[in-house]
C-alpha cells in the first residue's frame, strides 16, 4: 500500500489552532475558520482543497463551508502562487487614476496576465475587489505592505528590488 503526504500542522501550530478554537463557544468553532485558514495558508502558501479539508477536519465541519468561505475572500490563493503575489486593485477609483495603464505595464513588465505566475516562480499578479486605499490609487498589495500613487516607473523600481 502506497503512503499517502498527509497534511498536519507542526505541533506549535496546532496549540495555536487550539487557542483560537477556544475563543469561540462550543458548538461554534466555525467561526475559527478565517484565522486557521491563514495559518494554513502561512504553513503550506495556498489553500488547496486537501488544506481545505483538513482544516474542515479540525473545526468538524464539512469541507464545503471551508470552501466557501476560502473562495470569497481574495486574501486566500486556491492556486499555487508565486514568492511575491501582487494583488492589484480594480475598482473605480484606482482606474480613474491610472490603474489600467498601471496594471497593464505591470503585466507586460512581467509577461503574465492576471493569475498567472512567472516562470520562475517570483511573481504572481492577483485582482481583487478594493484595497481600501482610494485616495492613493492605483495601490496595489504584497503581503502586508501597500504601494500607492503607482506609475510605471514605480512599478519598475518594485519589481527590481523583489528581483533581487
Known amino acids: ?10 505541533a506549535e501550530t496546532l496549540d495555536l489552532v487550539q487557542k483560537i478554537m477556544k475563543r469561540y ?3 461554534k468553532h466555525k467561526s475559527a475558520i478565517l484565522p486557521i485558514l491563514h495559518l ?3 504553513e503550506w502558501k495556498w489553500c488547496s482543497p486537501e488544506v481545505m479539508d483538513y482544516v474542515a477536519s479540525l473545526l468538524s465541519i464539512a469541507p464545503i463551508e471551508v470552501y466557501e468561505v476560502a473562495s470569497f475572500y481574495t486574501m486566500f ?4 502562487v508565486g514568492e511575491h503575489v501582487i494583488e492589484y486593485c480594480r475598482t473605480g477609483p484606482c482606474c480613474l487614476m491610472g490603474g489600467v495603464e498601471v496594471y497593464d505595464h505591470l503585466k ?3 509577461g503574465i496576465q492576471t493569475g498567472e505566475t512567472t516562470s520562475d516562480g517570483k511573481f504572481t499578479i492577483k485582482e481583487v475587489e478594493c484595497l481600501a486605499a482610494c485616495g492613493w490609487g492605483p495601490v496595489f498589495q504584497i503581503r502586508e ?5 503607482l506609475t510605471a ?6 519589481i527590481d528590488e523583489l528581483s533581487k
Open 1 to 10: 500500500m502506497e503512503a499517502k503526504n498527509t497534511i498536519v500542522f507542526p
Open 153 to 158: 516607473e514605480k512599478v519598475d523600481q518594485i
Open 77 to 80: 490563493h486556491l492556486e499555487p
Open 25 to 27: 463557544p462550543e458548538g
Open 145 to 149: 505592505k501597500f504601494y500607492m500613487q
Open 108 to 110: 507586460k513588465r512581467l
Open 40 to 42: 494554513a495558508q502561512a
